[in-house]
DNA sequence: GCTTGCTTTTTGACTATTCAAAATAGAGTA
DNA sequence: TACTCTATTTTGAATAGTCAAAAAGCAAGC
């Protein structure tokens, strides 16, 4: 059984990997485990002992295809528990990560299909982020749009938030632009860097762009 | 914070501090934690250390009062979390000791308190064993009565189930004695050792007095 | 008092995970 | 080419929890 350690790890890289390209450095698992860098160096060559990931030595990891499903499976859930915990206990979709950074752990494969069942196999978390099916497969979001670059003039969905750091999310709820809520964007001024929408019942909003980067939208269903 | 061994030592002291008198001898939690003794006094002596229990040497160990509001706490845990999983999650209540075993050490105050709120504030768990309340107070069952004892041609409920072995657990469900169940115990017979007793529906049941005594009663509400 | 048998303790060793601090490799720069 | 800066690795040490096996304590019986 690997532990929650490895886990963490594990789960640390696969998220890189999908923001990124390739190769996870080192110092992105120092900065998503929040330990020292000798740490980590130890703890990689423990993870590719066990067959879970490659190291290159001063270039950093890659996950093997043992290793990466097991992070998909803690990935979703980690997903999974958050739904769980904003939809059924009514928790603040703001506070759920660090609960489900511990259950995680400690949920097992049987109670998360009872979860999954209960939920109806919600194909995303509360932030918007795809769960994993419980083969592993994940929904691409390669080719997502944000309110930075999509559509003018047209009624769309928030669907994601990529920006999960407590200020942000609390914005995001504050001024209505929580994944389901509908938006238009009315103009992008690129002179001064904003983005100006309209959110329901005709309210306008500015905000930055680097802001509107981190707020997904998608067609209205 | 205790690790979830601490948590794991102090409960099952806890546990023992209830079912019998006094002292908790070391083989007890040799017994409950499944190590060698060797590791138990090594720990004991590690929790003393952090005054959550007193050792008395070659004697064994009492709980502070620090350490059993905490084995409480954990207690409450498990408890909530196995109603949770049978009331909620309709899993069967014959397998989510285990689950409970590890999610006890997981889940949050914050998420327990959903967890009661959201099951109405349960007394007991789908066992019958009393939840402690968020204060650590729980329900006195010294004197609780069984089929082995109790009042013969009065129609009872069963309120809790004292051997949670998978194979009693089993036998309880198939003979239609869960805590809830109502029952008449007809008569018992000293020399053959039996205890006769009708269940819903006028259907009888036979069991010897060893399974009797551990099936608890109570009056109809 | 001496022997038996069971419980508890001691000792030595091992795994997993971590940190502090020093050493090193590379990449880019002057 | 030599220097500088940063990322990574090495080394040495610590903590929590565990086991195996030997030693010790103690109660009971002879
Ligand atoms: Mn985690
Ligand atoms: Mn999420
Ligand atoms: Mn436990
Ligand atoms: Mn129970």
Same sequence: chains 1, 2.
Avoid at 1 to 15: I, P, R
Avoid at 153 to 178: C, E, H, M, W
Wanted: with cysteine; hydrophobic share 45%.
């Amino acid at each position: 059984m690997a532990t929650s350690t490895v886990e963490n790890y594990l789960k640390a890289a696969l998220l890189y990997e999908q923001e990124k390209y390739g190769i996870v450095p080192m110092g992105a698992l120092v900065e998503a485990l929040g330990v020292v860098p000798g740490t980590v160096t130890t703890m990689v060559k423990a993870l590719a002992t066990q067959g879970l990931i490659e190291h290159e030595a001063r270039q950093g990891v890659r996950l093997t295809p043992v290793g990466r499903a097991l992070a998909l499976g803690v990935l979703r859930k980690h997903r999974l528990v958050e739904t769980f915990l904003v939809q059924t206990l009514k928790m603040d979709w703001s506070e759920v990560h660090d609960e489900a950074e511990a259950l995680e752990h400690a949920v097992s494969d049987r109670v998360l299909e009872r979860i999954d069942e209960f939920l109806g196999r919600p194909a995303a978390d509360p932030h918007g982020d795809p769960i994993p099916d419980a083969e592993g497969r994940i929904a691409d979001t390669a080719r997502q749009v944000t309110m930075e670059g999509c559509a003018v003039n047209k009624i769309l969905r928030v669907t994601r938030i990529l920006d999960q750091t407590p200020d942000f999310l609390a914005y995001v709820q504050q001024s209505g632009l929580k994944p389901g809520a509908r938006i238009k964007v009315l103009r992008r001024e690129v002179a001064s860097g904003v983005v100006r929408c309209e959110i329901k019942s005709g309210q306008e909003l500015t905000l930055g762009l680097p802001a509107a980067a981190k707020i997904v939208v998608g067609a209205v269903v």
